[in-house]
């Protein structure tokens, strides 16, 4: 036989369940069954204590004697007269009087040659409860030590069992089989439920054994409302995320191979022309060799940002320590200003907090930043990029504000993915690999916090990162 541990869920839960109801039942049946014989057999003691209450009634002269034959004698007379024993007695109701040797006086007739095997009850100890067998039927024996005037008798009642005994057999035995037809439906009706609770979870567990990359558009929409129909939907939406997840992660490789196709081909061609021509020509030589360089720079610098997109992803695995946002901003700002000089661009650094302190990795801090001057500085052609850096109840954030032509609104959505370009034609004369965004929110996301983009108000665009503050870091704002 097999070991609980080894069995199906679905015969765990039917044995489980089963055997539970089975004890219940079981235990159930049993008092049920124990109950009806107690009150069975009070009953029977009851009705020998009435017949007992009758005979003692003799001892009491003032009490009226209806049906007793003789009263005028005395209640020892009375007592011992045997057609008050015939009065008191029934089928089912045996008395004999002794005295206190144990010797019988007198005996209902239906006692026979039998008798009432003697009592031991005295003055000391006058009443006693007996089950015995009288006239080969088991009974219910009370005895009583009476005092009748100057004599002392034992009076000995006895209520048979056997009519009683049969009907408490019976109860038990309609008892047991309805506890065994009880048992048998339990038993069918957990393996029914277990079946109905574990179906739905084998046809989603096939489901899931089933399902391939190839099939992620597959759904089960089951119109369930209970805890299956919930599994069920958490699946569905499960598959939902991995369907797009597998979408983004083909649409990754597609932009990257169109994004390498142009430096590596750029670099192909030009190393053709110096295999051919680098001897004749010196100028086809430097412009070769300078083409190479900036698209091996480009490609480079793509491996970088995927690089840096993959560490970000990896979130758990990067140091961090407290990094000031404003020393950092202020860093990107001083290195970005010659570039942004270049173009006739004021470069503006302004702090609205005294201190904007988070757990993060500086570099990352420093990238994250300067990927967003850059993108401004690249991005515009006359006016400003201001930058500033202030805290909001428990968060500090950074925002980059440009002069340009800003985002528009159908590209917004999209500005953070990767390889994404909203201009592409215009993009394509701005050097950059088009990872810069989706670098800032990766970032952004393993710190704990996200980014936004719009239109400014007075045309450009801006971008907000907000992140969570070091718990015990200070939040004072400036006037």
Do not use: C
């Not at 009634?57 to 049906?67: D, K, M, R």
């Not at 011992?80 to 045996?94: C, G, K, V």
């Amino acid at each position: 036989m097999k070991r609980l541990g080894t069995w199906s869920l679905k015969w765990k839960i039917a044995v489980s369940y089963a055997a539970l109801l089975v004890v219940v039942l079981s235990t159930t049946s049993a008092f049920v069954a124990w109950r009806f014989g107690s009150i069975i057999y009070a009953r029977v003691q009851d009705r020998a204590d009435a017949t007992m209450e009758q005979i003692l009634a003799v001892a009491s002269p003032e009490q009226p004697q209806l049906g007793l034959q003789d009263v005028s004698a005395s209640p020892l007379q009375v007592l011992l007269n045997s057609d008050n024993l015939a009065y008191w007695s029934s089928p089912e109701t045996s008395i004999e009087i002794d005295n206190t040797g144990g010797y019988p006086l007198v005996k209902s007739t239906n006692l026979g040659e039998a008798r009432i095997p003697p009592s031991q009850v005295n003055a000391a100890h006058p009443i006693e409860y007996r089950d015995l067998q009288v006239r080969g039927d088991p009974a219910i024996v009370e005895d009583r030590f009476v005092r009748v005037g100057a004599n002392s008798v034992i009076v000995q009642v006895a209520q048979s069992l056997a009519s009683v005994s049969q009907a408490v057999s019976e109860a038990r035995r309609t008892v047991a089989i309805m506890l065994l037809v009880a048992i048998v439906a339990v038993v069918l009706l957990s393996i029914v439920l277990a079946s109905q609770a574990i179906n739905p979870i084998q046809v989603l567990s096939r489901a899931m054994r089933e399902m391939g990359s190839e099939r992620l558009d597959y759904r089960l929409n089951w119109p369930r409302n209970d805890e299956i129909g919930e599994l069920a939907g958490s699946f569905d939406d499960l598959l939902s995320r991995l369907e797009a997840a597998f979408a983004r992660e083909r649409q990754f490789i597609s932009d990257a191979s169109h994004e390498l196709k142009t430096p590596l081909t750029s670099i192909n061609a030009n190393a053709q022309m110096l295999l051919r021509w680098a001897e004749r020509d010196e100028r086809v030589r430097r412009d070769s060799l300078e083409t190479i360089a900036r698209e091996s720079a480009s490609l480079g610098e793509m491996l970088n940002g995927m690089l840096t997109l993959a560490k970000a992803d990896r979130g758990d695995e990067i140091p961090k320590e407290p990094v000031s946002l404003i020393e950092e901003a202020r860093m990107v700002v001083r290195n970005a200003a010659p570039r942004a000089k270049e173009k006739g661009l004021d470069l503006n650094f302004e702090s609205a907090a005294n201190s904007a302190i988070v757990l993060a990795d500086a570099h990352l801090i420093r990238q994250m930043i300067g990927n967003l001057v850059d993108n401004a500085v690249k991005f515009t052609e006359r006016g400003s990029v201001e930058v500033r850096v202030g805290t909001d109840d428990h968060h500090g954030w950074i925002e980059v504000r440009d002069t340009g032509a800003g985002i528009a609104e159908h590209d917004l959505p999209r500005v953070f993915e990767r390889f994404y370009r909203a201009d592409r034609a215009r993009s394509r004369s701005v050097p950059g690999t088009g990872l810069g965004l989706a670098i800032v929110r990766s970032i952004a996301r393993v710190h704990g916090g996200s980014v936004t983009a719009g239109r400014a108000d007075g045309g450009g665009s801006f971008f907000r990162v907000v992140m969570p503050l070091l718990p015990d870091a200070p939040l004072t704002g400036l006037s």
